[in-house]
Every structure is written in C-alpha cells, then in structure tokens.
C-alpha cells in the first residue's frame, strides 16, 4: 500500500514527502482495490488498537476489545460522536433517538470476520491519485476494525473515481461476504456523525437519511429470516 514517509512530526505541524499529482486511471483503481485488499488482510489483533487516537480534531477511543464488532462499533464509534453533535445542537433530541434505534439493530451485523488493519477515516479526500499511477493514503485513523468500513466510507461525498474498478478488484483478492452492499449505510454512519460533531447541522439530513437506511434494511433482514 503507498503511503507517504512521515518527514516532520511535531504538536502543531505534520511534514509528509511530496507526492507529484496525477491523474485517477483505471488501470491505479485496480492496482489500489488489490492493495487495499493486502493491507486489510494483514489483520489486527483485536478491535480498535494500543494508541490513542484522532479522526480530523477530535480524539477516537481506540480501547481495544474481545467482543463481537458491532458492540465495539456502537461504543467506539458511533456513541460518542453522537453525543458531540447532540451537545453542539447539530442533531436534535428526536435525531438522537433515531441513531439510538440504529443502536439496538447492530447485533449480527459484521459477521464473524477478524478484526481487519483498517485507514479508518477512507473518504476520497484521503486518497491522493500519484503521476506514478498510484493512489496513496493519507490522514488514517488506523486501528483494527472492519473491513467494510473503509469501503464503504470510499463511497462518499461523491465516491472515489473508478470506484467499480477499485471494487471488482478488491473482491478478487478478498471476496466480501454476502450482503456487504446492504450493510454500507452502517459503515458510514460513523463518519458521517463526525461530520456533524465537528461541522454542525449542515450535515444532519445525510445523517439522518443514513439512519433510517440502516433501519430499513435490518428490518428487511428480519422478515427474510
């Protein structure tokens, strides 16, 4: 996986080698879904990681756990933002109780998979397409986690370019398991619930319209059980 050295690592600046812009082709989407695949593979010892840790300003729980993902999902990664866009009067006391239902539905949802070496924060932003046709990673709030997450998050703010290709690629060297398209809108609540605590209410539509996706789909699920 291309990542840039780190140069220069101090409190109020962070120095990475300069990666000369190209432009995203099909043939860097492919080599890039195979990558992300490698780097998923390689694993992590347990859910979240042994360091603190920071997605954009705000500090992430990185408290490591035995249990089940999606227990550790709700704790982690979902709660705590909820409560900081609540506090910041970006989501609404009614809003709030609507992601608590997304909550109590999660059980089951991961699968068994090990916990997978994960980006974490993989919007498109995040990743920058090089002139020596690849793309490098940028910015990661990396822990052990699901491997879903960081497709899933790829999928927003307009979708990283030649997605498909990234994706069918991917798939070739990790299959993902059945149902992973259903389960995407739970991968992004997360981030999307940073957005709302560190940006405001700009982003409380996407937020909520995410949340009744999930709903909607876990209750599908039910009645095909």
Do not use: C, K
Request: charged share 20%; aromatic share 8%; hydrophobic share 40%.
């Amino acid at each position: 996986m291309a990542v840039p050295e780190v140069i220069v690592e101090l409190p109020e600046l962070l120095a990475l080698d300069w990666v000369e812009p190209g432009e995203p082709t099909p043939e860097a989407a492919e080599r890039f879904g195979r990558e992300l695949a490698g780097l998923h593979r390689a694993g992590a010892a347990t859910f979240g990681a042994a360091w603190p840790g920071f997605i954009g300003s705000l500090p992430q729980d990185n408290t490591p756990t035995d249990g089940q993902w999606s227990t550790w999902f709700v704790e982690r990664r979902l709660a705590p933002y909820l409560r900081r866009s609540v506090d910041r009067g970006a989501l609404s006391g009614a809003d709030a109780t609507l992601v608590e239902q997304v909550f109590g539905r999660l059980e089951g949802f991961g699968g068994d998979e090990p916990p997978a070496r994960i980006h974490g924060d993989l919007w498109p932003g995040n990743v920058l397409w090089g002139a020596d046709e690849r793309a490098w990673l940028v910015d990661p709030a990396a822990h052990g986690g699901h491997r879903e997450t960081d497709l899933a998050q790829l999928t927003l703010f307009g979708g990283l370019p030649h997605l498909d290709r990234v994706l069918a690629a991917y798939q070739e060297g990790w299959p993902l398991s059945d149902g992973w398209r259903d389960r995407v809108p739970v991968h992004q609540l997360h981030l999307l619930l940073v957005h709302t605590a560190l940006f405001g209410s700009g982003y409380r539509d996407v937020v909520v319209q995410t949340a009744h996706a999930v709903l909607g789909r876990a209750e599908r699920a039910t009645v095909d059980r």
